[in-house]
């Protein structure tokens, strides 16, 4: 049994696909369903139900699952153990992110992360489908950190650190009836179109409780998961949203909020397991991040 065979198993396992497997893996579907049907036969026992457009786990299979992470997480410590000896940090860290992370760049980050750990190499995967499936990827350990956006202060097997907060604030198009407003409530909000993001969107999920908490029904005319793209949409009158004040620009009016949402990031990490040392470094690494606090009173990042 090879390692390769392993993580191969958990790409299809975890994404539900031998195609979405490859890309994951980074390598040729062929080379997937290959080292798979290996491991099959080496085994003895069928790891998946292979259906039109759909692969499910079979008990076998599932059964298999946590040791696969186990056998993975011991080679890796086992590396971590040998570099450690020789007084270096190597390994590889799969960093999860959002696809918006407010005023600081994420590039200048893992520039210089890199910069000062030359051993470690960092598989950065930007989320597209929000930060509660990525919170699950790294209670799984799909992922080893994660930056995430959520209310929540603590969450079974995870460990939460905040390292950004901004308020939320309403925008819409300029020549909107409520763009020279200096303030708006939710209450006033129902009767609009609204373009939102995705359900387990963190953002979405404190405007959701925000609306349900003021007894307030509203309808999303469009979701979207690029704020580049909401503010197109924005600006055009095609709709209105409340994003993160740091996601506000010009071409749009922003207002404040009455109610007092926020957008808040953290970062997400494992609290069963014990972390490589190359994503310990990357979490202190991130933790270091300056904090921005931008202020309450106005709907452009100060």
């Known amino acids: 049994m090879q390692p390769h065979q392993l993580e191969y198993f ?23 369903s290959a080292a798979v049907s290996q491991l099959e036969r080496q085994l003895g026992a069928t790891l998946f139900e292979r259906a039109y457009h759909r692969v499910v786990l079979t008990a076998e299979g599932e059964a298999l699952l946590p040791r696969a992470h186990d056998v993975l ?19 590889t860290v799969v960093l999860g992110t959002l696809a918006f992370t407010g005023p600081w760049n994420i590039a200048d980050l893992l520039r210089d992360f890199q910069g000062a750990h030359r051993l470690v190499a960092v598989h950065l995967r930007q989320t597209i489908a929000g930060s509660a499936t990525s919170l699950a990827e790294v209670r799984s350990g799909t992922l080893d950190l994660a930056l995430v956006s959520t209310h929540a202060e603590t969450l079974p097997g995870l460990r939460l650190d905040e390292i950004h907060r901004e308020p939320m604030v309403f925008a819409c198009d300029r020549d909107h009836p409520l763009a020279r407003r200096t303030e708006v409530s939710i209450a006033e ?51 209105v949203t409340i994003v ?11 207002v404040r909020l009455r109610e007092p949402l926020e957008w808040t990031v953290k970062l997400a990490r494992p609290s069963a397991r014990r972390p490589s040392d190359a994503s310990a470094r990357l979490a202190e690494a991130i933790l270091a991040l300056p904090r921005h606090r931008l202020a309450k009173t106005t709907g452009h990042p100060l």
């Open 10 to 32: 958990l790409a299809v396992a975890e994404t539900g696909s031998f195609t979405r497997g490859a890309e994951r893996a980074g390598v040729v579907q062929s080379a997937v």
């Open 73 to 91: 997480a011991a080679i890796a410590a086992a590396r971590d153990d040998v570099a450690a000896a020789r007084g270096e940090v190597a390994g």
């Open 189 to 239: 909000l129902g009767e609009l179109p609204f373009i939102d993001y995705p359900t387990g969107w963190g953002n979405r999920t404190v405007v959701d409780l925000a609306f349900a908490g003021a007894g307030v029904a509203r309808t999303i005319r469009t979701e979207v998961t690029d704020f580049r793209l909401a503010r197109s949409l924005v600006c055009r009158d095609l709709g």
């Open 244 to 254: 993160p004040a740091s996601a506000a620009d010009d071409s749009m009016a922003a």
